[in-house]
């Protein structure tokens, strides 16, 4: 005698406790859907609208971060466009008395429109300061790089969005010591609505034509700086 069992096929989003990564983001997705959560529009970039918004690339983090060379290079790049295009840059700082100075290659960029923050709590929105600030810059669109990946760069991020701005992470410019938990922080927040991009891609998003006035001096910033191997 032969006897069939016939049982209900579970769909991913009944698995939850075991979906990671790039599952975790397509339930995610669907759920927003389902329960009618609006999902975020994945935008150009407006350059009369944005901001860059820098955080944490500590200097006591260089030893222990995973391709930290990759966001001196992203973060330079962007003090350079910032300082060339006169786009807005806030730099936020983790305490200076426990994790130092900003990475010294940073630095040597001399911005004199840096707008500067110190902070301790993980979301810069958790700061009245800048959140005030950036409130006060009004921007639309936010080019957000920085570490860790999975704190300051995730709680920042999920805040931003709830507020309604479009927030572009520069995954070539984000990291942690953790390479997992970096890679669960990018997926939680593409889920989130936050869009996916490049330090390069950010630069001809700006100059938006090889003939423009722009694209000249974007171009060279980049071109003369390391190329990038994090993904």
């Known amino acids: 005698f032969f006897f069939f069992f016939f049982f209900k096929q579970k769909t991913a989003y009944e698995i939850m406790p075991s979906l990671v990564g790039s599952e975790m983001c397509i339930r995610d997705r669907y759920q927003r859907r389902v329960h009618g959560i609006p999902m975020m529009k994945h935008l150009r970039l407006d350059t009369k609208k944005m901001m860059f918004l820098q955080l944490d690339i500590m200097e006591k983090f260089r030893?222990?971060?995973?391709?930290?060379?990759?966001?001196?290079?992203?973060?330079?790049?962007?003090?350079?466009?910032?300082?060339t295009l006169d786009i807005p840059l806030m730099m936020i700082e983790a305490s200076k008395r426990t994790m130092g100075e900003t990475a010294k290659e940073i630095l040597e960029v001399k911005h004199p429109k840096v707008v500067q923050f110190e902070k301790t709590c993980f979301s810069c929105l958790d700061n009245p300061a800048i959140h005030t600030a950036i409130k006060q810059m009004n921007p639309k669109d936010i080019v957000l790089y920085g570490m860790?990946?999975?704190?300051?760069?995730?709680?920042?991020?999920?805040?931003?969005?709830?507020e309604g701005y479009n927030v572009h992470l520069v995954v070539d410019g984000i990291s942690c010591i953790n390479k997992l938990d970096r890679s669960v922080a990018l997926s939680r927040m593409g889920a989130a609505g936050a869009t996916f991009t490049t330090s390069e891609t950010v630069l001809l998003d700006i100059a938006k034509d090889s003939t423009s006035l722009s694209f000249k001096p974007v171009s060279y910033t980049h071109l003369t700086l390391p190329t990038s191997d994090l993904v």
Request: glycine share 0%; net charge positive; charged share 20%.
């Open 63 to 83: 030893p222990l971060t995973y391709k930290y060379p990759s966001l001196v290079s992203a973060a330079r790049t962007f003090m350079e466009t910032s300082k």
């Open 148 to 162: 860790e990946a999975h704190a300051c760069v995730l709680f920042t991020t999920l805040d931003l969005l709830k």
